[in-house]
């Protein structure tokens, strides 16, 4: 994967995060506040838990730190993929997610 290659695969994935927190909010009573400072998103829940999603551009990685905690993610030409085969990356984070709201959440692409 191209440096540009990857730029491109993961902003789109940044943004998806941001229209699944604004979706939820507007769906459900998550009250999930996301912030986005350059490439990484912090997500806060009403018992102020967080989950940090981070570009990591040199390694064509992103990496994303929950209660359950540390993953990092490679794109597999269609979908972020853990490096440890725990799972895909929207899977992960919804459990995550669900888990640190005690709310079945749902985040997807």
């Known amino acids: 994967m191209t440096d540009t290659e990857y730029q491109d695969q993961a902003e789109?994935?940044?943004?998806?995060?941001?229209?699944?927190?604004?979706?939820?909010?507007?769906?459900?009573?998550?009250?999930?506040?996301?912030?986005?400072?350059?490439?990484?998103?912090?997500?806060?829940?009403?018992?102020?838990?967080?989950?940090?999603i981070n570009l990591q551009k040199p390694l064509h990685?992103?990496?994303?730190?929950?209660?359950?905690?540390?993953?990092?993610?490679?794109?597999d030409g269609e979908n972020w993929m853990d490096t440890k085969q725990q799972g895909e990356f929207f899977e992960l984070l919804s459990r995550f997610a669900s888990e640190q709201a005690g709310l079945p959440l749902r985040f997807s692409s």
């Open 61 to 75: 990685e992103v990496w994303m730190a929950a209660r359950a905690g540390g993953f990092h993610f490679k794109h």
């Open 12 to 52: 789109a994935l940044l943004r998806s995060i941001e229209l699944a927190c604004d979706r939820i909010n507007d769906a459900t009573d998550a009250d999930l506040d996301n912030q986005r400072v350059g490439g990484m998103i912090t997500v806060t829940f009403s018992n102020h838990s967080q989950i940090i």
